[in-house]
């Protein structure tokens, strides 16, 4: 058993409700932690609205590609269609980090190639494991997140 770390995040439609079915179907099973919910400004350069983002700490046997297949499982039960790079989206799923396993299988790298680089992955990824990240990565991260509360208390 290790821990393994997944975003979720949605800008379009019942945000709280694509998260929620989300993390059923990453989690399958498996005993889990969420982090609370941040609203964030999107990156990327496309005009659409905030997204709603929080990040899923699983205890798994699971490996990387049976992650992968999860959060591409829930993307597709939410509807996502991958028509804009960085564009909007019902529900997007990323594996961040598993144990501490490095992949480069270009389908699934481990950890996330730009995990440290973004604040809406990097805040409640602290939240979740405070000792993971280092104070200066916290404050190089970009775009701005506010803490929103529990996906519980957004249902």
């Known amino acids: 058993?290790?821990?393994a770390y997944l975003s979720l995040g949605s800008n379009i439609g019942a945000r709280a409700a694509h998260l929620a079915r989300g993390v059923e179907i990453v989690a399958?099973?498996?005993t889990y932690r969420l982090s609370q919910v941040y609203e964030t400004e999107p990156l990327g350069?496309?005009?659409q609205d905030n997204f709603w983002n929080l990040v899923i700490e699983l205890v798994t046997e699971a490996t990387p590609r049976e992650l992968l297949e999860r959060a591409?499982?829930?993307e597709r039960a939410a509807g996502?269609?991958?028509d804009v790079r960085w564009g909007p989206r019902t529900l997007d799923v990323d594996v961040l980090l598993?144990?501490?396993e490095v992949s480069d299988d270009p389908d699934v790298l481990i950890p996330h190639p730009r995990l440290f680089e973004r604040s809406f992955v990097m805040?409640?990824?602290a939240e979740l494991a405070p000792g993971l990240?280092?104070?200066g990565q916290l404050e190089r991260g970009v775009g701005r997140v506010v803490a929103l509360g529990t996906l519980e208390s957004l249902r």
Do not use: H
């Open 1 to 3: 058993m290790r821990r």
């Open 28 to 30: 399958q099973g498996d």
């Open 45 to 47: 350069g496309v005009a």
């Open 72 to 74: 591409r499982e829930a």
């Open 80 to 82: 996502r269609v991958r």
């Open 98 to 100: 598993v144990g501490d």
């Open 123 to 125: 805040v409640p990824l």
């Open 133 to 135: 990240l280092s104070p």
